[in-house]
């Protein structure tokens, strides 16, 4: 090309431009938008995996966690290594603390523990006695910075270090402590100011360990450890002595393994509740990924398609006088490459700077800041890829034009389609105008529907996810009516506590279709006058079982289904689900008590009985689960664990928090993608018949009737596409919601409410206002005289 | 011009003026155009190419507005009507035969003609015209699938199916073989005949001005020639 063809491509790709400049800044607008979101979606949502999986490595998380009741003996380390396991101490003290003056509750880790190690995000480990490094979501709560100084046991210790800890299952805080980081710290001190905290408080240290597997499987680790038995007058709970003394009185077989927890790192809820979460995520990630590319393609093919389609008729003049096709190509491609590479770059930075406000999980969960930026690879793809595409598709479109004969190329197309099988003369002109009208521009309406289904499909999904996370929100708060739960190993069964409610718990694992023990589902026996559960009826079958919504959703059961679990002495039973109760906070089986307790080893009943008895009191059944709408005063021995209403709703708000921002992203992004598309496609098509409707006017017919002729059609195509698309999207993304809540512990379902279905109506419609309004404000600023003299 | 004519004139143009765009490039097509159409006569305007006619005839039909002068049809002023005037002036007064017949693309032969039948209360039969122009066999084609004359006649049916008093046709004979010229102008002849119209037709061919009742002849957007024919003859005894 010399400089004056040049010259003139580009003068003439200019005036296209400005001919059509709205509907160009629509592209830009659209290519922005979608990848904008796109990017910033994947940028974060690989940022927040890379900062798990760094924590992860970095931090040699260990392949589960023991914690016993003893410290093990050397000897028993070295027996779990002939098994093919490494046992490696990581043990913590809790102590009191003060930090930015709050009173807190540090837990202290030693920095030189061997695996599931701390990593930094900012500072050292602590190198001498006097420092200390401190988890990054308590020094986020403080605002503590490398320098600062805190107080620990009574002594300032200097912030060597902000980091996390890849494992910390063991920050479950105990009895009457808070998981809120702002007053629950996880620390990190040197191996000589362990010893100092561990010696001064003896009570408050625990026996963790981690394990990495090398050869065993976890089970067969499990098996081994829990042959460990607890020697009565090692143990440190004085209640271990008594059980087990009231036991052999009443000569029923019991032993307290030595270990008192042993988690699998992919059951450690901590982990894999980020991981979980992250995942869900980059789920909603990747499926918002695949519609914003779908749809942001569909309208480039099909606005690329329409303007050379359009052009027909030059092209078939310059083909005849002699141009060459890839004069004709490089012509048609100058202004769409711009315009799609503006786009796409203006995306690819606007990606760049959504990323890091998108609910990065590093926020919430403890796991190693990661830089977020977009990779050069999701860059160069995000701008590649569209450009590729319109260029593909010119390619195609041109060559396919250029292969029918000139000659044909010259007349301009028959506007063609299906002519009515019938006379409808009976009915009045202007409706069987629309009628013939409507199925000799199938073509258009066709487009228009894919466009507006695929907006719909992308609207519903953020909708839908706002929708079902309020309603559950709303539901699971509404169902934890009780603040307290306390899991008592030791009950006192001669009384339960004022202003208490208690219950059977036993935890069971739900075996899968191999029959190998998965996920734990606690099986509750709830007494008829409990105000918290739901009371299952006391003609209840030993082997029925009631599921909350949120087993029957996370188990995928029904009533009529079987269920089979094992218990801790390794026996399965069979249940049956004889009904699904309305509580989806946490995953249930509800029972009676007297069949809960028939589940329970024998040698605890009666060691708990006999316990009670011997304290003199009048003993209840058999009970180990208290719930309270207030904190009761337990003697710390006796409890398991407590846990607050905070807590058990904590995880569903973190999840909440992270996935609001990303919807509220995809909602408000795909709103403005709605009506962006909308306008481009009506704005095409309605082009399409610019002359037409410039020549009805010429002849005498009214703005409103040439828009009743040609316009009003496109209302009801956008109308009935909605109303066919909604319920088809809502039934689509439920099985898609589905499919990626499958993994989370609750039953979220997928909902979309009459608002925001009137909402997406309203957006519809809006669209076509605007693009009402700007055709018929174009077709009026074309003097007809103009077109009188195109020779169509 | 007799006064007799000027008390009837269907169609006065007053000083009518029109340019184009401004300062250098700044084009003046009719400069201080004035002259009658009586009810029911056939006013041929002649000129050469380039010579304003087209622009003439947009402006009497309402398409287009002049800068100065008055354009009265019926005594209305054209030129002082809204936008929504005109549309009804058009629908109700006029039928046009453009140049470069300008039918509705995506309509059928018959459909375009209906479209503008639609537009008014008491059109003329459309089978009819469509034997009469021979285009009934075409009925159903785009204008696509039309020839040049073919689709001139299909415009010619659309503006006569109103059975409008006023009739523009700009060189509606001008792409037409000379058999096929006879036939159209005969066309209009009869309709003219039976409707009583007044036809105002523009032509670059001095032949035909022999059909006319008046001829005006135009030269760089002047009127240069406005002249009564006494003795118009049948449009099958034109000479060529
Ligand atoms: N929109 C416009 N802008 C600028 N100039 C115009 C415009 N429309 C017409 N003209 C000019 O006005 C003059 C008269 O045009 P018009 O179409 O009336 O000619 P005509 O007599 O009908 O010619 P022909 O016999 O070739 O159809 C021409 O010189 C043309 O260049
Ligand atoms: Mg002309």
């Known amino acids: 090309m010399n400089a004056a063809a040049l010259g003139l491509t580009l003068r003439r790709s200019w005036r296209g431009f400005r001919a059509g400049w709205a509907r160009w800044s629509a592209i830009v607008v659209l290519l922005t938008v979608g990848l904008g979101v796109v990017v910033g979606l994947i940028t974060s949502a690989t940022a927040t995996l890379g900062g798990i999986d760094q924590g992860a490595r970095a931090g040699q998380l260990a392949d589960g966690t023991v914690i016993t009741e003893i410290p093990l003996t050397s000897a028993q380390l070295s027996a779990a290594e002939e098994v093919g396991a490494r046992i490696v101490p990581t043990p913590y003290v809790d102590v009191p603390g003060r930090s930015a003056g709050a009173d807190t509750t540090v837990r202290a880790f030693r920095s030189d523990q061997a695996v599931s190690r701390p990593t930094l995000d900012a500072g050292e480990l602590p190198g001498c006695s006097d420092e200390v490094m401190v988890e990054k979501l308590h020094a986020a709560a403080h605002r503590l910075r490398v320098g600062d100084s805190v107080i620990v046991d009574g002594r300032p210790l200097r912030i060597s270090g902000i980091g996390s800890l890849p494992d910390y299952t063991l920050a479950s805080p105990q009895l009457g402590q808070t998981s809120d980081p702002a007053r629950f710290a996880l620390m990190v001190v040197s191996g000589s100011t362990y010893d100092r905290l561990a010696a001064s408080h003896p009570r408050a240290v625990v026996a963790a360990y981690g394990y990495v597997l090398e050869g065993a499987t976890h089970e067969q680790l499990r098996k081994h450890l829990s042959q460990i038995v607890l020697e009565p007058d090692r143990a440190s709970n004085p209640y271990v002595a008594q059980a087990l003394a009231a036991a052999r009185q009443a000569g029923v077989p019991l032993s307290y393994p030595a270990m008192s927890l042993f988690l699998p790192v992919d059951d450690n809820p901590r982990i894999t509740g980020a991981i979980t979460d992250a995942r869900t995520t980059m789920l909603v990630t990747v499926v918002t990924t695949v519609l914003v590319m779908l749809l942001v393609a569909y309208v480039l093919a099909e606005f690329s398609r329409d303007r050379i389609v359009r052009d027909a008729v030059v092209i078939g003049t310059q083909s005849a006088l002699g141009t060459s096709a890839g004069a004709l190509l490089r012509f048609y491609l100058v202004l769409p490459l711009v315009v799609t590479t503006v786009g796409a770059v203006l995306g690819a930075v606007l990606g760049r700077a959504l990323a890091p406000y998108l609910g990065i999980i590093t926020d919430y969960y403890s796991f190693p800041a990661v830089p977020v930026e977009p990779s050069a690879r999701l860059v160069a793809v995000a701008v590649a890829g569209p450009v590729a595409l319109v260029a593909l598709v010119h390619v195609v479109v041109l060559r396919a034009a250029l292969d029918r004969p000139t000659q044909e190329l010259l007349r301009p197309q028959v506007s063609g389609g299906p002519s009515l099988p019938l006379r409808l003369d009976f009915l009045p002109f202007l409706t069987t105008f629309r009628l013939r009208q409507a199925l000799r521009s199938l073509g258009s309406y066709l487009l228009i529907v894919m466009g507006l289904f695929l907006c719909i499909l992308l609207l519903v999904f953020g909708l839908g996810i706002r929708s079902a996370m309020d309603a559950y929100l709303a539901r699971a708060g509404a169902d934890l009516t009780f603040a307290d739960t306390y899991t008592l190993r030791f009950p006192d069964l001669s009384a339960v506590p004022a202003g208490a409610h208690e219950a059977v718990a036993v935890p069971m694992r739900v075996l899968d279709d191999d029959g190998q023990p998965g996920t734990t589902l606690t099986v509750l026996g709830v007494p008829e006058d409990n105000p918290y559960f739901p009371v299952p009826p006391s003609t209840l079958g030993a082997y029925d079982l009631v599921l909350s919504r949120a087993a029957a959703h996370k188990y995928r059961l029904g009533v009529g289904d079987a269920i089979t679990l094992r218990d801790s002495s390794r026996l399965n039973w069979s249940f049956r689900v004889v009904g699904v109760a309305d509580y989806t906070a946490t995953a249930f089986g509800f029972t009676t008590p007297a069949h809960a307790r028939a589940l329970v080893d024998p040698g605890v009943l009666v060691a708990a009985e006999r316990m009670s008895a011997a304290g003199g009191g009048a003993s209840r059944p058999y009970y180990n689960v208290l719930l309270s709408d207030q904190p009761l005063d337990l003697d710390p021995d006796r409890v398991l664990s407590h846990s607050t209403r905070e807590e058990m709703l904590g995880g569903v708000v973190k999840f909440n928090v992270l996935l609001s921002r990303i919807v509220t992203l995809v909602t408000w992004s795909s709103m403005l993608i709605m009506v962006v598309v909308l306008y481009v496609l009506i704005r095409m098509v309605v082009a399409r018949q610019r002359y037409s409707i410039s020549l009805l006017k010429a002849l005498g017919y009214s703005d409103r009737q040439v828009g009743r002729l040609y316009l009003d059609n496109y209302l009801w195509v956008v109308v009935g596409s909605v109303a066919v698309a909604v319920p088809v999207a809502v039934a689509i993304m439920s099985q898609v919601w589905r499919l990626m809540t499958v993994h989370l512990p609750i039953g979220i379902q997928f909902l979309v409410t009459p608002r925001d279905v009137a909402l997406m109506a309203g957006l519809a419609l809006a669209s076509y206002a605007v693009v009402r309004l700007a055709t018929s404000r174009d077709t009026r600023s074309v003097p007809v005289t103009e077109v009188l003299k195109v020779r169509e | ?240």
């Open chain 2, 1 to 240: 011009m007799t006064e007799d004519v000027l008390a009837s004139a269907h169609v006065r143009l007053e000083g009518v003026s029109r340019h184009f765009g401004a300062g250098e490039s700044l084009v003046e097509v009719l400069h201080d155009v004035s002259f009658s159409v009586a009810r029911g006569a056939r006013c041929v305007i002649v000129g050469a190419s380039g010579s304003g006619k087209s622009t003439l005839l947009n402006a009497i039909g309402g398409l287009d507005r002049p800068d100065a002068g008055r354009i009265l049809v019926d005594g209305q002023d054209v030129t002082a009507m809204s936008p929504k005037e005109l549309t009804r002036y058009r629908r109700r007064h006029i039928g046009f035969v453009f140049q470069f017949y300008n039918l509705v693309p995506d309509l059928t032969v018959r459909e375009n003609i209906q479209v503008t039948a639609h537009l008014v209360r008491r059109p003329l039969d459309i089978d009819d015209l469509l034997v009469h122009l021979g285009l009934y066999e075409h009925r159903n084609k785009f204008p696509a699938q039309l020839s040049g004359g073919q689709q001139q006649r299909c415009a010619i049916a659309r503006a006569l199916v109103k059975g409008s008093d006023l009739l523009l046709a700009d060189e509606p004979t001008g792409a037409l073989d000379r058999h096929t010229s006879q036939q159209m102008l005969e066309v209009l002849d009869d309709v003219h005949r039976i409707y009583r119209a007044t036809l105002v037709m523009v032509t670059h061919n001095e032949a035909i001005t022999g059909l006319a009742d008046q001829v005006i002849e135009l030269r760089d957007g002047r009127v240069v020639r406005d002249e009564l024919n006494p003795h118009p003859r049948a449009a099958r005894d034109l000479d060529w």
